[in-house]
C-alpha cells in the first residue's frame, strides 16, 4: 500500500520529506512486525540485538562496552537486557583470562539455537516484493542517507556549540 494511503495524507515539502516519512512510517511497520515475532519467543527487540551480536562473535566471548557500542539502540540498558539473557540460559557469564575483573558474555547454544528458529519466522514474517538488487539498492541509499545526515548532524553540533569533541578539548 502506498504511503499516502496508509497515512491518509497526501502533502509533503518535497520527495526528500515524503522519503523521510516514509522511511520513519517503514520502520515503525517492521518493528511491529518483529515485535509480533519476538513476543513468540519471549524476547524485547533489545534482547534479540544482543543475541545477535554474540552469535557474531561466537564462539569468542565479548565484553559488555562492546556489546553497547554495537547496540541498535545506542541508549539501552545493556546490563540489565544481559541479566536477563543470563536468566533464560541464553547467554553465559565468563571471566576474562587476561582481567580477572572484566566479565565477558557468551551465547549458549540454547541461545544459537534460539536464533536460528527466529530467524526463519523472521524470514517468513519480513518476505516482501524487493527482489535481492532491490534491497542491495536500497540498503545502499540507506547508507548514503545516514552518511550525509552525520557530516550533517556533526555541523549542527559544532554551530550550536554542543559538539562534544570540541568540549573535551577546552
Known amino acids: 500500500m502506498r504511503l499516502e494511503e496508509e497515512i491518509k495524507s497526501s ?13 520513519l512510517f ?10 509480533q515475532v519476538f513476543k513468540q519467543y519471549q524476547l524485547t527487540q533489545e534482547q534479540f540485538n544482543v543475541l545477535r551480536i554474540l552469535r557474531g562473535q561466537y564462539p569468542k566471548p565479548i565484553c559488555m562496552m562492546d556489546i553497547a ?5 545506542r541508549n539501552s540498558n545493556v546490563t540489565r537486557i544481559v541479566e536477563k539473557l543470563l536468566t ?6 565468563l571471566k576474562s583470562e587476561h582481567d580477572k575483573r572484566e566479565v565477558r558474555i557468551a551465547i549458549t547454544t540454547s541461545g544459537l539455537a534460539l536464533l536460528d528458529a ?3 519466522d523472521m524470514h517468513k514474517a519480513h518476505q516482501g516484493n524487493l ?6 539498492l536500497l540498503n545502499s541509499l540507506l547508507d548514503k542517507m545516514r552518511d550525509l545526515n552525520n557530516e550533517n548532524v556533526h555541523e549542527i553540533n559544532l554551530l550550536s556549540g554542543s559538539d562534544n569533541s570540541t568540549k573535551a578539548a577546552e
Open 88 to 93: 533464560k540460559e541464553l547467554a553465559e557469564r
Open 11 to 23: 502533502r509533503f515539502d518535497s520527495e526528500l520529506h515524503k522519503a523521510q516519512v516514509n522511511i
Open 118 to 120: 527466529l530467524d526463519k
Open 26 to 35: 517503514s520502520a515503525a511497520w517492521l518493528k511491529h512486525m518483529a515485535l
Open 131 to 136: 527482489t535481492e538488487e532491490e534491497a542491495q
Open 69 to 73: 557500542s554495537r547496540m541498535i539502540e
